[in-house]
């Protein structure tokens, strides 16, 4: 950690303040809207009792969905951004509030209730009179589990790009960076200890002053969210925007360095990888960060701007493996070069397209495309593990990984296990340095600009494609004992992707070009 | 004023109340004596609809009930329940004041009606701010009391309303609504297990079994002509402090050579009583002495 924590945050916090804001905003906006139906639907249900345990039912359903998975079935339903992630908040807020109204009221003690009909109450004011108030403890109760809930599950809704703190807390991961992944969590937990506290405050005292608080707590509650509401308005009609992974927007080799090279002025939306092409695919971004081996480029009819300037490095995929390994395994060597040099960007594409469109696993894509270079397949080990192989969370890495497995277990005597799904380039380095794997699959261009320290970089040598991996390879063996093997093939660069329809309607080919139109609006 | 007319509950068709009949007159107070699950509460909550009888009819000054809105029905008719049922949100004067306001008193009257109930019922030392749960037993007792009687209405339903209390208080309490000239004037109808309460209170005690009335009659008439085995088994255990409640000292009088001193209207068991809290030994043994004679003469006179 090179900077404190303290000195990060006061770097950052414009945009903590942002996000935290953003942060507020998604949970009490999920919050009104859960209340305003779960407590109608609540004291629905008290009266017509037979419905009480189907909903109930539906709603503890709900709450078992895992944010993440909820966070996805929004996706092809209302897209990404701000809807549906309320939309996921607030179906977290239902339950607690409803079942606590319900309960609180159903559990008021007969006899008050018998008092209540006996005095000549109808239902109605026996409900509003007497079994609301005494049962708004409890709903309050409620209210606070729902609200501590929809603060945590926020956090997430940062990787279907609606902003919030979950926005640090993931570039943090991404980035291995402590410091970012703190400024995130400390401001959610502050947030969710005093929601917890305040909300807790208000319950004793509900007991008294009821309608005063309730109203006051009404009033506030609508303030708030008029105000950030009000702000967040965006009067300005620029209307381009782009979508890049949080990775891809802090890195040295990513948006930042484009930005000073091409002069560039973005409005840019953080959003999780697996999610920008849908975006782009869907009209909610205009650009996004692509690669240049993904089969969606050609799925969703995307077009690739081309980098006239040469900003972006080469990006050759290669096995990365620990030197103690060939040392104990030699044959490990000879087993993945069989694929060393086979694979070229088209190739790479299809197979990638193999897994986001035609749903095949990577074990089958690899299977497939190994069969079609002649090579073995069929042999699957049992027993004890030899070595590890790791992979990055995405698509092509999980295929590559699992063609290593393939070709070590039919070329070797060696027995494979996979650890797939790395967080990040910093995450899986990490674990092939500490030896918790053994090998996984690395680009050259990452290996130079996120692995190696930022004061020992030759960065000038980013710009001649081939002398990449010549220096990559002599710098990770001093360094850290770690080899490069031989590259695969293809290049697997950062490009920049528009919908084909509306670059050609722009009249944009280039990254220039798009740095002009974007000055000239 | 009441008038009940083969009233019947049936509860997945077995019978908890079966067809019943009696008359309450008005200004009286009809007592509905029995064990738990005899249909005596289910009887009482059919008065105010709070459960609708499967058949039979219940008139209240000659109108079907049935006929009317429950919700107004129970607005003109006093509720007091075992459990006190006091809403534990409001304050005492809010408490009491709920009926009027569903009635929609002017607020003045209102105030000045939880004032007199609150002096009626002693409860001038309690803060009409405070919650239920800051008094004691005896006093939210009194505040439900003061709540059913809050819109003066004519007939008042009470279930068990000194169920909560512990005998003395349960003793006092009972002896000061007896006073009550708020009470004297109302038809009541009053729930009890409690053999003593019913005697004390009741003009006319309705004693059930099984959901049928077993007797009905005064005090005097079950004490000293019970009309079957069930009647004579149940009171059994209370014979001779029912037979005391039940004769004046007028009644012995002419039993005993001495000159008694004592309101001749007072019962026999509030004299003894006061005798001997006295220390008035003597002259309690002779009350007891002529008792026994103006007994041995009454049988014989019914032999």
Same mark, same amino acid.
């Given at each position: 950690?090179?900077?404190?924590?303290?000195?990060?945050?006061?770097?950052?916090?414009?945009?903590?303040?942002?996000?935290?804001?953003?942060?507020?905003?998604?949970?009490?906006?999920?919050?009104?809207?859960?209340?305003?139906?779960?407590?109608?639907?609540?004291?629905?249900?008290?009266?017509?009792?037979?419905?009480?345990?189907?909903?109930?039912?539906?709603?503890?359903?709900?709450?078992?969905?895992?944010?993440?998975?909820?966070?996805?079935?929004?996706?092809?339903?209302?897209?990404?951004?701000?809807?549906?992630?309320?939309?996921?908040?607030?179906?977290?807020?239902?339950?607690?509030?409803?079942?606590?109204?319900?309960?609180?009221?159903?559990?008021?003690?007969?006899?008050?209730?018998?008092?209540?009909?006996?005095?000549?109450?109808?239902?109605?004011?026996?409900?509003?009179?007497?079994?609301?108030?005494?049962?708004?403890?409890?709903?309050?109760?409620?209210?606070?589990?729902?609200?501590?809930?929809?603060?945590?599950?926020?956090?997430?809704?940062?990787?279907?790009?609606?902003?919030?703190?979950?926005?640090?807390?993931?570039?943090?991961?991404? =980035? +291995?960076?402590?410091?970012?992944?703190?400024?995130?969590?400390?401001?959610?937990?502050?947030?969710?200890?005093?929601?917890?506290?305040?909300?807790?405050?208000?319950?004793?005292? @509900?007991?008294?002053?009821?309608?005063?608080?309730?109203?006051?707590?009404?009033?506030?509650?609508?303030?708030?969210?008029?105000?950030?509401?009000?702000?967040?308005?965006?009067?300005?009609? +620029?209307?381009?925007?782009?979508?890049?992974?949080?990775?891809?927007?802090?890195?040295?080799?990513?948006?930042?360095?484009?930005?000073?090279?091409?002069?560039?002025?973005?409005? %840019?939306?953080?959003?999780?990888?697996?999610?920008?092409?849908?975006?782009?695919?869907?009209?909610?971004?205009?650009?996004?960060?692509?690669?240049?081996?993904?089969?969606?480029?050609?799925?969703?009819?995307?077009? %690739?701007?081309?980098?006239?300037?040469?900003?972006?490095?080469?990006?050759?995929?290669?096995?990365?493996?620990?030197?103690?390994?060939?040392?104990?395994?030699?044959?490990?060597?000879? $087993?993945? #070069?069989?694929?060393?040099?086979?694979? #070229? +960007?088209?190739?790479?594409?299809?197979?990638?397209?193999?897994?986001?469109?035609?749903?095949?696993?990577?074990?089958?894509?690899?299977?497939?495309?190994?069969?079609?270079?002649?090579?073995?397949?069929?042999?699957?080990? /049992?027993?004890?593990?030899?070595?590890? *192989?790791?992979?990055?969370?995405?698509?092509?890495?999980?295929?590559?990984?699992?063609?290593?497995?393939?070709?070590?277990?039919?070329?070797?005597?060696?027995?494979?296990?996979?650890?797939?799904?790395?967080?990040?380039?910093?995450?899986?380095?990490?674990?092939?340095?500490?030896?918790?794997?053994?090998?996984?699959?690395?680009?050259?261009?990452t290996g130079l600009l996120v692995l190696l320290p930022e004061e020992d970089r030759d960065t000038i040598i980013m710009y001649d494609r081939e002398a990449v991996y010549e220096y990559v390879r002599k710098e990770f063996r001093e360094r850290y004992d770690i080899h490069w093997l031989s590259p695969l093939g293809f290049n697997n660069t950062h490009t920049m992707v528009?919908?084909?329809?509306? $670059?050609?309607?722009?009249?944009?080919?280039?990254?220039?070009?798009?740095?002009?139109?974007?000055?000239?609006? | 004023? @009441?008038?009940?007319?083969?009233?019947?509950?049936?509860?997945?068709?077995?019978?908890?109340?079966?067809?019943?009949?009696?008359?309450?007159?008005?200004?009286?107070?009809?007592?509905?004596?029995?064990?738990?699950?005899?249909?005596?509460?289910?009887?009482?909550?059919? =008065?105010?609809?709070?459960?609708?009888?499967?058949?039979?009819?219940?008139?209240?000054?000659?109108?079907?009930?049935?006929?009317?809105?429950?919700?107004?029905?129970?607005?003109?008719?006093?509720?007091?329940?075992?459990?006190?049922?006091?809403?534990?949100?409001?304050?005492?004067?809010? #408490? *009491?004041?709920? %009926?009027?306001?569903?009635?929609?008193?002017?607020?003045?009257?209102?105030?000045?009606? %939880?004032?007199?109930?609150?002096?009626?019922?002693?409860?001038?030392?309690?803060?009409?701010?405070?919650?239920?749960?800051?008094?004691?037993?005896?006093?939210?007792?009194?505040?439900?009391?003061?709540?059913?009687?809050?819109?003066?209405?004519?007939?008042?339903?009470?279930?068990?309303?000194?169920?909560?209390?512990?005998?003395?208080?349960?003793?006092?309490?009972?002896?000061?609504?007896?006073?009550?000239?708020?009470?004297?004037?109302?038809?009541?109808?009053?729930?009890?297990?409690?053999?003593?309460?019913?005697?004390? =209170?009741?003009?006319?005690?309705?004693?059930?079994?099984?959901?049928?009335?077993?007797?009905?009659?005064?005090?005097?008439?079950?004490?000293?002509?019970?009309?079957?085995?069930?009647?004579?088994?149940?009171?059994?255990?209370?014979?001779?402090?029912?037979? @005391?409640?039940?004769?004046?000292?007028?009644?012995?009088?002419?039993?005993?050579?001495?000159?008694?001193?004592? /309101?001749?209207?007072?019962?026999?068991?509030?004299?003894?009583?006061?005798?001997?809290?006295?220390?008035?030994?003597?002259?309690?043994?002779?009350?007891?002495?002529?008792?026994? /004679?103006?007994?041995?003469?009454?049988?014989?006179?019914?032999?």
């Open positions: 950690m090179k900077k404190g924590l303290f000195s990060f945050f006061s770097e950052q916090k414009a945009e903590i303040f942002e996000q935290t804001i953003e942060h507020l905003w998604l949970t009490l906006m999920a919050l009104t809207i859960a209340i305003a139906i779960s407590l109608p639907v609540g004291i629905m249900m008290t009266r017509r009792i037979k419905l009480a345990k189907p909903i109930l039912g539906i709603v503890n359903v709900i709450q078992t969905i895992p944010s993440l998975a909820l966070l996805g079935f929004m996706i092809p339903l209302l897209g990404i951004g701000t809807v549906p992630a309320i939309t996921a908040l607030f179906l977290y807020a239902l339950l607690p509030i409803i079942r606590n109204t319900y309960t609180g009221i159903i559990e008021t003690d007969p006899g008050i209730k018998e008092a209540a009909r006996g005095m000549g109450m109808t239902d109605f004011q026996s409900l509003i009179q007497v079994e609301l108030p005494l049962a708004l403890p409890t709903i309050f109760a409620g209210i606070k589990t729902a609200t501590v809930i929809n603060v945590g599950v926020a956090t997430l809704t940062a990787l279907i790009g609606a902003g919030g703190l979950g926005v640090f807390i993931f570039r943090g991961i991404a =980035l +291995n960076n402590v410091n970012m992944i703190l400024a995130g969590a400390i401001p959610a937990a502050l947030m969710a200890l005093m929601f917890d506290f305040f909300l807790g405050l208000i319950q004793q005292q @509900i007991k008294k002053r009821r309608k005063l608080i309730v109203i006051a707590a009404l009033v506030i509650l609508v303030l708030m969210l008029g105000t950030i509401t009000w702000n967040k308005l965006d009067f300005s009609g +620029n209307s381009f925007k782009a979508g890049f992974p949080s990775e891809f927007i802090h890195r040295e080799d990513g948006y930042q360095g484009l930005k000073k090279l091409y002069h560039l002025d973005l409005d %840019v939306m953080e959003m999780d990888i697996g999610l920008m092409y849908d975006a782009i695919h869907n009209k909610k971004v205009d650009l996004v960060s692509g690669f240049s081996t993904d089969g969606r480029i050609g799925a969703f009819d995307l077009v %690739v701007l081309d980098d006239d300037k040469h900003y972006f490095p080469p990006y050759h995929a290669a096995p990365l493996v620990r030197k103690q390994l060939i040392d104990t395994y030699p044959e490990v060597m000879d $087993a993945l #070069n069989k694929i060393a040099g086979q694979i #070229n +960007n088209p190739q790479m594409a299809a197979l990638n397209y193999m897994a986001d469109d035609a749903q095949l696993s990577p074990g089958e894509i690899a299977v497939a495309f190994l069969e079609s270079m002649d090579l073995k397949t069929k042999y699957h080990p /049992d027993g004890n593990a030899d070595l590890i *192989i790791g992979s990055k969370n995405f698509t092509e890495n999980f295929i590559l990984a699992e063609m290593f497995k393939i070709l070590i277990e039919n070329y070797t005597t060696l027995n494979v296990d996979l650890k797939m799904g790395f967080g990040g380039t910093k995450l899986v380095f990490d674990a092939l340095r500490n030896g918790d794997i053994d090998i996984y699959p690395e680009y050259t261009g528009m919908r084909r329809e509306h $670059a050609e309607r722009l009249g944009i080919n280039t990254i220039s070009e798009l740095a002009d139109y974007l000055q000239k609006q | 004023m @009441i008038d009940v007319l083969n009233l019947t509950k049936e509860y997945n068709g077995r019978p908890v109340v079966d067809r019943i009949s009696f008359h309450v007159p008005e200004g009286k107070t009809f007592v509905l004596l029995g064990t738990s699950g005899s249909g005596k509460t289910t009887t009482l909550k059919m =008065l105010n609809g709070l459960i609708q009888p499967t058949s039979g009819k219940i008139l209240i000054n000659d109108k079907d009930i049935s006929n009317v809105n429950q919700e107004s029905l129970r607005k003109n008719i006093g509720y007091v329940i075992q459990s006190i049922g006091l809403f534990p949100h409001m304050t005492v004067k809010e #408490n *009491i004041s709920v %009926v009027p306001k569903l009635l929609k008193w002017h607020p003045d009257a209102i105030k000045e009606r %939880v004032r007199f109930l609150l002096k009626l019922l002693n409860l001038e030392t309690v803060d009409t701010e405070s919650y239920p749960a800051q008094l004691s037993g005896g006093q939210q007792q009194r505040v439900g009391l003061a709540r059913a009687l809050a819109a003066d209405p004519p007939i008042v339903l009470m279930d068990e309303p000194f169920g909560a209390l512990d005998p003395i208080t349960r003793t006092d309490i009972r002896n000061e609504f007896k006073k009550l000239e708020e009470i004297i004037n109302k038809t009541i109808v009053l729930v009890t297990h409690d053999v003593t309460e019913a005697w004390e =209170l009741g003009d006319t005690i309705c004693l059930m079994d099984d959901g049928k009335i077993m007797q009905k009659g005064s005090p005097k008439e079950l004490t000293w002509k019970a009309e079957n085995a069930f009647v004579s088994d149940f009171l059994r255990p209370h014979q001779w402090q029912l037979e @005391i409640m039940t004769v004046a000292v007028k009644d012995v009088a002419p039993f005993s050579d001495k000159e008694i001193s004592l /309101d001749p209207d007072t019962s026999l068991f509030n004299a003894i009583h006061t005798l001997e809290s006295e220390g008035k030994k003597t002259l309690s043994l002779h009350l007891h002495q002529a008792f026994l /004679d103006y007994k041995t003469s009454f049988i014989k006179r019914e032999l």
